[in-house]
């Protein structure tokens, strides 16, 4: 009763070892590897940034099944189409839409956007090198520890008062334009969005040796004032970091571990736009000593999400992963436009040029689930690209069989906590699930979960609705 060939089967995913990854068992990424995969040796000092599920050319999962003579998923794909779904398949010209990752970080990922299909085009004609294809890229974090990072423009109230609070930051952007912000009123969204948008620029091409001036000199000014809570004992690693000049290309130091408890301590205390916004200043200068992404704390919105919330990062959304563990899931490509607190390629002119300069608390850029109606176990949240979406399902302790539904379209399933025997009329066996196991599933196949753990079951599943 088992179909030929097998339309869902296990994978093999591929792993990102880039340096802002948390290390060793400590990522959430190495641990889902350990538990997935008994044989896979966690090596204790090296990165486990990011899992890749999915059939991207730079991270083809392998397919584990040997009744199955392609390797790679995107080899199966490609020789069958058709198990992407009628719909997907046409409109993503035979290509799995979506690549699912989980991410594990330690140290802040650079301040970046994505293009949008336009201006995606645009970058991939003129500089190939750095934008290797001409989609746009829609992302989605959901996560799976506290989270943190920035996401999109503060209000300018925020903005505002961090510009009066901060005299290196006013020094960097001028007086001139800091004004223009703080007399652009409400009534006048055009004008706001304009005025945001020469500060930043101004900010963000400000001179490099002004720049890691005015750096040292506030985070000095911070360390002396004790941060917005820190004990004298930390601050000492920060500053040492501060005189250091080749910031953009250095690898970071590690943050110091005082540091980064304070840091969460008075991130507790709710204390966002406390005078200069200093623990968090300093845990970056910490990991990116003289970077400019260091300022861009006084513009973008801190974003703290608890395990299950989620944020959708559009097209032009500035924002900037800082520490935690999550699933997400994009459009399929690997566009970046990137201005800070990152070593690599730097194009500060594409993005201020192309942000979205709409000024929005920092409540509004939690994406809600929605429960679904036919099933109280599987929470949707559904973007408003037509890319991807993600299910998170909760099996309470109670179930003992469940029914991982049919949808129209090529889903990957990722089990988080949890054991259960998998079985489908689409697989060549049946399919032992636990905490780390990846399944592809083909369009409109289901999976009968027959569950063996006392605590039900946590799972994240990627797929397209059309």
């Avoid at 199966?76 to 198990?83: E, F, L």
């Avoid at 001028?174 to 009123?185: P, Y």
């Avoid at 032009?316 to 201005?339: F, I």
């Avoid at 079985?423 to 063996?452: C, P």
């Amino acid at each position: 009763h088992y179909g030929f060939p097998p339309a869902v089967f296990p994978l093999s995913c591929a792993v990102q070892s880039y340096s802002w990854g948390k290390v060793g068992l400590e990522s959430e990424v190495a641990k889902l590897l350990a538990s997935g995969d008994p044989l896979v040796q966690i090596q204790p000092d090296q990165p486990y940034a990011e899992l890749w599920m999915g059939a991207h050319p730079r991270g083809d999962a392998i397919i584990r099944d040997n009744r199955i003579p392609q390797k790679t998923l995107g080899q199966w794909i490609a020789d069958n189409p058709a198990c992407l779904g009628a719909k997907v398949k046409d409109t993503f010209h035979g290509c799995l839409p979506f690549l699912f990752k989980v991410l594990s970080v330690n140290t802040a990922l650079s301040i970046q956007a994505h293009p949008n299909k336009e201006l995606a085009a645009k970058l991939h004609a003129q500089f190939p090198e750095h934008y290797p294809d001409a989609n746009h890229k829609p992302e989605m974090a959901i996560a799976l520890t506290p989270f943190e990072g920035l996401c999109g423009f503060r209000p300018v109230e925020e903005i505002v008062s961090f510009l009066q609070a901060v005299p290196e930051l006013r020094a960097l952007i001028g007086e001139v334009a800091a004004e223009q912000l703080e007399r652009s009123g409400s009534d006048d969204p055009r004008g706001v969005s304009a005025a945001l948008r020469v500060c930043f620029t101004r900010l963000m091409k400000s001179e490099k040796k002004f720049f890691v001036d005015q750096l040292n000199m506030l985070v000095k000014r911070i360390t002396q004032e004790g941060g917005s809570s820190l004990s004298t004992a930390a601050p000492q690693n920060a500053f040492e970091g501060a005189v250091f000049r080749g910031g953009d290309r250095a690898p970071p130091p590690a943050p110091s571990p005082v540091l980064r408890l304070v840091s969460a301590h008075a991130v507790a205390e709710g204390k966002d736009t406390s005078g200069s916004n200093g623990d968090l200043l300093l845990r970056l200068h910490s990991q990116y000593p003289g970077d400019i992404g260091c300022f861009a704390i006084y513009f973008l919105n801190l974003v703290r999400l608890e395990p299950g919330e989620a944020m959708f990062l559009g097209a032009n959304e500035p924002h900037a992963y800082l520490q935690g563990d999550c699933v997400e899931c994009m459009a399929c490509s690997d566009n970046t436009v990137r201005a800070g607190l990152t070593p690599k390629f730097i194009d500060v002119l594409t993005l201020c040029e192309m942000l979205n300069y709409t000024p929005a608390p920092s409540s509004s850029k939690i994406f809600p689930a929605a429960q679904s109606q036919l099933d109280p176990s599987v929470y949707l949240y559904d973007p408003p690209v037509p890319d991807f979406a993600i299910m998170r399902i909760e099996i309470p302790p109670s179930i003992k069989l469940y029914l991982v539904s049919a949808v129209d379209s090529a889903s990957i399933l990722l089990v988080i906590q949890g054991t259960a025997v998998g079985t489908s009329t689409a697989a060549a066996s049946e399919m032992t699930l636990r905490r780390g196991s990846v399944l592809f599933i083909s369009a409109n196949e289901s999976i009968s979960l027959h569950l063996s753990s006392p605590d039900g079951m946590l799972l994240f599943r990627a797929c397209c609705l059309l």
